[in-house]
């Protein structure tokens, strides 16, 4: 169909203008289109790209599809091996104005294929800030002594869309970038599990073991996925993951949960996987999320306002990829009303992901929590009263309806028994400090931050 044709290549274009020609080369550009079944069916290669696409990029270009068509049911499939074309050629035949691509080159981009990694996902990449901090700087040592007993394995956790793979893929892409010939392998755990189950369809163990035993760094993601799996799986990655330990090679986890909490896991397991070095990655803070933004929109080569950059961050809480997520929206919405990112289009494009978001947290939410919390009445809490036990959870709890609601200082000061709006910026820098220099009230604020967000 001639006029689906033309709507893909529209959105093409509107992809390459987006996330620029790195990730189109790499993702977008091998697509295909068509329409059949009353459905715009977009063709991936292979499932890797598939699940790239679906986890990734799908919103948008569901949304780009929607405004382009008025509304279209979008299905992403993997083309049959007789169903690709060559639409995207070999490196080596592609034609472009720069000198042609030297044999090492292609090598190495081969190299890195078979590594499974994505290139984007690296340490120049990922946001530092006080919820990663850790894990950054874990992960850096890490690629410096790679196989350490101290960090092997490694075991990064936290919720999700927090950078997990990202910051695994770093340290994969880090490696591969020191050198290039290490046998490194990332994948998802669901993919493993498929390999297990193909090679005991086919009673080849041997060839299992042989690939997995061979590698230099192993990168699995999401392992928690293999907890509940046979235990033929759990059986197989004990195997790997022992031997590839006492070679003195690396293997680096990310999962939901720290290992005694996953469920379904062999004992066995839960022990190993805690042997090593464990670091968790917590939700981003709001200066973490502006920096996110900021970084993300300077990728895009698109001009984002401080007061646009609050205004996202301070109403996307949850997480990054959510961050991302509405951050696009905000863009789509000022490239189709053809005006440029203002407050106005960023309120309008996030309308109903606010409208989702009803329940908003409100200032007497934050004061009824940190009194059961803190085991406070009330009135002591607005009281004048400056005794630590009451003054900290007070600081605590104006620090936290500045972060989490759209009140003004002044405001904010007043529901707290009348206070000044300087009183409500001490406040926020004394916890900001003390979050720094005292985990208990780190960990406090983090507790509390999931308590009034669920
Ligand atoms: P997880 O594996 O924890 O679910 P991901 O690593 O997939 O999360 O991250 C979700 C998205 O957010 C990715 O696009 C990732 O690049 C981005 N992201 C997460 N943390 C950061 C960060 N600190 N700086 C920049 N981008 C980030
Ligand atoms: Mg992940």
Redesign the pocket.
């Given at each position: 169909m001639l006029e689906t044709d033309i709507i893909w290549q529209q959105c093409l274009i509107l992809l390459k203008e987006q996330f620029g020609e790195q990730d189109f080369n790499t993702w977008f550009k091998q697509l295909q289109a068509r329409y059949k079944d009353n459905k715009l069916q977009i063709i991936a290669n292979n499932r890797l790209v598939q699940d790239f696409i679906r986890n990734?990029y799908l919103t948008q270009i569901s949304n780009i599809l929607n405004e382009l068509t008025g509304g279209v049911d979008i299905e992403l499939i993997v083309a049959k091996s007789s169903e690709i074309k060559p639409n995207t050629p070999k490196p080596t035949q592609v034609k472009t104005n720069t000198t042609p691509k030297s044999h090492d080159k292609d090598l190495a981009e081969n190299l890195q294929q078979a590594t499974k990694l994505n290139p984007n996902?690296t340490f120049d990449?990922?946001?530092?800030?006080n919820s990663?901090q850790l894990a950054y700087a874990i992960g850096m040592h890490v690629t410096q002594k790679l196989g350490h007993k101290n960090h092997n394995p490694l075991f990064i956790y936290?919720?999700?869309?927090?950078?997990?793979?990202?910051?695994m893929q770093a340290i994969g892409n880090e490696q591969y970038k020191n050198n290039p010939k290490a046998k490194i392998r990332y994948l998802h755990a669901n993919d493993y599990i498929q390999d297990v189950v193909k090679a005991s369809m086919r009673q080849g163990f041997d060839e299992l073991k042989k690939y997995y035993n061979s590698l230099d760094l192993l990168l699995m993601?999401d392992i928690q996925f293999i907890a509940g799996d046979k235990t033929k799986t759990q059986e197989e990655f004990f195997y790997t993951f022992n031997t590839l330990i006492d070679k003195g090679k690396q293997v680096i986890m990310?999962c939901d949960t720290y290992p005694k909490n996953i469920n379904n896991l062999n004992e066995r397991l839960i022990s190993r996987f805690a042997s090593g070095l464990t670091v968790e990655?917590q939700p981003?803070e709001l200066e973490?999320r502006v920096a996110?933004l900021k970084?993300?929109a300077e990728q895009n080569r698109i001009n984002l306002d401080d007061e646009v950059a609050f205004f996202i961050a301070q109403n996307i809480k949850a997480?990054?990829?959510e961050?991302?997520g509405a951050l696009n929206k905000v863009i789509y919405q000022a490239h189709f009303s053809e005006k440029g990112i203002s407050l106005a289009i960023a309120k309008e494009a996030l309308m109903d992901v606010f409208a989702l978001d009803s329940r908003s947290i409100s200032i007497d939410d934050i004061q009824k929590i940190i009194c059961d919390f803190y085991k406070l009445k009330i009135s002591d809490l607005l009281s004048a009263k400056r005794t630590q036990v009451i003054a900290r959870p007070r600081q605590m709890a104006m620090s936290l309806s500045k972060e989490l609601t759209q009140h003004s200082l002044p405001a904010i000061g007043n529901a707290f028994g009348g206070r000044d709006h300087t009183t409500v910026i001490h406040a926020q820098k004394t916890i900001h400090n003390l979050r720094k220099t005292d985990e208990k009230i780190e960990r406090e604020y983090n507790l509390l931050i999931q308590m009034l967000n669920t």
């Open positions: 990734k996902y990449t990922l946001v530092r800030g990663n936290g919720g999700v869309g927090l950078g997990k793979t990202h910051l993601d990310t990655i981003p973490m996110i970084r993300k997480n990054v990829r961050l991302e």
